[in-house]
């Protein structure tokens, strides 16, 4: 049975009818746009519409005095159907062709940039973070490039200072030896050192870097507030953690009351997540001076001290 078999009425004229190809026996199958054509038509017409639209708007704007008009067409065709709207396109056209000057400049207004979209055809780069992109390809060339060393270990006696004591009271006891400390991790870490200092001319301080089983264990049972993370679960225990301050005027800075060292906070933690490190500032519990490599399967192996990196700069605090 015919596709058109089950119409109630003959096409009254050829502008009903369908196409030759469509009618039955023609010898060829009927098929739709879509199947033809797949998704093409769709954007033509998502581009006809917009281009439409814009078009619209430049004309209304070149010609005031069509404005009322075609509100006046767009409330009679809600009425009465299409009728106004055809009468408003017949004096829109006759406006057009009573000012050719004004046609032509609506014309190219409106299409210059698709003209120069099309004529250019090649890949554009629209570059608005300078300064970020910049920092984005500094860091992958230090990371890339040659090893950087650890800076000179700090004299002792800056740890144990009253602001010092006061926010870390056992900070004595901690290992600042980059040797502990992994590798990879080492060389992410020295990057934020060389580029708190050199951008924002921050000097930073190692405060902690490996921390044994055992003095993991003496921190957890101080509390949940000084840390939440038993013995072999915190990536200190695997050299891929550490807590850093700040150094000025000749002592290490850590107090979170510090406008300056708050600054300093922010800035290290952008820094030290752009260089594929996990900051402590974003935890529930913050942690400000924290930041960690994680590593699947690390946690929970129970670990016994590192094996010193060879030639390494070393530092002789130690747990």
Same mark, same amino acid.
């Given at each position: 049975?015919?596709?058109?078999?089950?119409?109630?009425?003959?096409?009254?004229?050829?502008?009903?009818?369908?196409?030759?190809?469509?009618?039955?026996?023609?010898?060829?199958?009927?098929?739709?746009?879509?199947?033809?054509?797949?998704?093409?038509?769709?954007?033509?017409?998502?581009v006809?519409?917009?281009f439409?639209?814009?078009?619209?708007?430049?004309?209304?704007?070149?010609?005031?005095?069509?404005? =009322?008009?075609?509100?006046?067409?767009?409330?009679?065709?809600?009425?009465?159907?299409?009728?106004?709207?055809?009468?408003?396109?017949?004096?829109?056209?006759?406006?057009?062709?009573a000012?050719?000057?004004?046609?032509?400049? +609506?014309?190219?207004?409106v =299409?210059?940039?698709?003209?120069?979209?099309?004529?250019?055809?090649?890949? @554009?780069?629209?570059?608005?973070?300078?300064e970020?992109?910049?920092? !984005?390809?500094?860091? +992958?060339?230090?990371?890339?490039?040659?090893?950087?060393?650890?800076?000179?270990?700090?004299?002792?006696?800056?740890?144990?200072?009253?602001?010092?004591?006061?926010?870390?009271?056992?900070?004595?006891?901690?290992?600042?030896?980059?040797?502990?400390?992994?590798?990879?991790?080492?060389?992410?870490?020295?990057?934020v050192?060389?580029? $708190?200092?050199?951008?924002?001319?921050?000097?930073?301080?190692?405060?902690?870097g490996?921390?044994?089983?055992?003095?993991? =264990?003496?921190?957890?049972?101080?509390?949940?507030?000084?840390t939440?993370?038993?013995?072999?679960m915190?990536?200190?225990?695997?050299?891929?953690?550490?807590?850093?301050?700040?150094f000025?005027?000749?002592?290490?800075?850590?107090? !979170?009351?510090?406008?300056?060292? $708050?600054?300093?906070?922010?800035?290290?933690?952008?820094?030290?997540?752009?260089?594929?490190?996990?900051?402590?500032?974003?935890?529930?519990?913050?942690?400000l001076?924290?930041?960690?490599?994680?590593r699947?399967?690390?946690?929970?192996?129970?670990?016994? @001290?590192?094996?010193? =990196?060879?030639?390494?700069?070393?530092?002789? @605090?130690?747990?």
């Amino acid at each position: 049975m015919s596709a058109y078999a089950n119409l109630k009425q003959p096409f009254c004229c050829h502008h009903c009818a369908p196409p030759a190809w469509a009618r039955p026996g023609c010898g060829r199958p009927v098929v739709g746009w879509r199947g033809r054509h797949g998704a093409a038509p769709v954007i033509v017409y998502g581009v006809l519409v917009g281009f439409l639209a814009v078009a619209g708007g430049v004309l209304l704007c070149v010609f005031p005095g069509q404005r =009322a008009r075609l509100a006046a067409a767009w409330r009679g065709f809600a009425v009465m159907g299409g009728a106004p709207v055809s009468r408003f396109s017949r004096r829109l056209g006759g406006a057009l062709l009573a000012r050719p000057a004004h046609a032509v400049g +609506a014309v190219l207004l409106v =299409a210059a940039p698709t003209l120069l979209v099309f004529g250019l055809r090649g890949p @554009a780069i629209f570059d608005f973070g300078d300064e970020e992109r910049m920092t !984005e390809r500094q860091i +992958a060339i230090l990371l890339e490039g040659e090893q950087l060393v650890p800076p000179p270990p700090l004299p002792p006696a800056v740890f144990t200072t009253r602001e010092v004591e006061q926010v870390r009271p056992d900070i004595v006891h901690a290992s600042r030896n980059w040797r502990l400390l992994d590798a990879e991790f080492t060389q992410r870490l020295l990057v934020v050192f060389k580029l $708190m200092e050199e951008r924002h001319g921050y000097r930073m301080a190692l405060i902690e870097g490996y921390r044994s089983p055992e003095r993991q =264990a003496r921190l957890f049972e101080q509390g949940s507030h000084v840390t939440q993370a038993r013995a072999n679960m915190s990536y200190h225990q695997h050299g891929l953690a550490a807590d850093l301050a700040f150094f000025r005027d000749g002592k290490v800075v850590i107090s !979170e009351r510090d406008p300056w060292a $708050m600054r300093g906070y922010e800035l290290y933690g952008e820094i030290a997540e752009q260089v594929g490190l996990t900051w402590g500032g974003r935890w529930k519990m913050r942690d400000l001076g924290h930041v960690e490599l994680r590593r699947k399967g690390v946690l929970g192996r129970a670990t016994g @001290a590192p094996e010193p =990196a060879p030639g390494s700069t070393s530092d002789p @605090a130690s747990d």
